[in-house]
């Protein structure tokens, strides 16, 4: 699988009293990209309410390194940094940057699989086992 790497586009409405982009608004961007990858990948919101699985997140975290302005130009990339063997958990990477490449923020989260029916922790189904295999991993990606 090439690297899944999508454009961003900026609304008014993401701004902050200071004209750049407000820190809510680059969780809700590694959100999308997240679930884009996942639909692009076969695991869209209908098979996963079919196998009755959901990812969920129980760490999101950035580093913000450069200001975003309106205007800008952007892109947001998903790499897997961790798995568990049996890929009951993971870890991704979201690099948010600038057209020529300038890395304005690195998001990293940390989630398993949750079946939505019992409420409980669950391996995800074949797959989303497919879709971890073929995925773009991290240079420094790990086994856990």
């Known amino acids: 699988m090439t690297e899944f790497k999508r454009p961003v586009s900026l609304r008014w ?8 982009l407000r820190h809510s608004v680059y969780y809700d961007f590694g959100a999308t990209a997240r679930m884009e990858f996942l639909a692009a990948n076969g695991l869209s919101i209908g098979v996963m309410e079919q196998h009755h699985v959901g990812p969920i997140l129980f760490r999101e975290e950035a580093v913000f390194r450069r200001e ?53 922790l669950t391996v995800p189904p074949a797959v989303a086992v497919e879709m971890f295999d073929g995925a773009v991993r991290a240079g420094d990606f790990e086994w856990v």
Do not use: E
């Open 68 to 120: 975003i302005r309106y205007g800008d130009a952007l892109f947001i990339n998903l790499l897997v940094t961790k798995l568990r063997r049996d890929y009951s958990r993971f870890s991704f990477r979201h690099d948010i940057t600038l057209a020529d490449g300038t890395l304005c923020a690195v998001m990293q989260v940390d989630g398993a699989w949750i079946d939505t029916k019992l409420r409980k």
């Open 13 to 20: 409405a993401d701004l902050d009293p200071n004209f750049h």
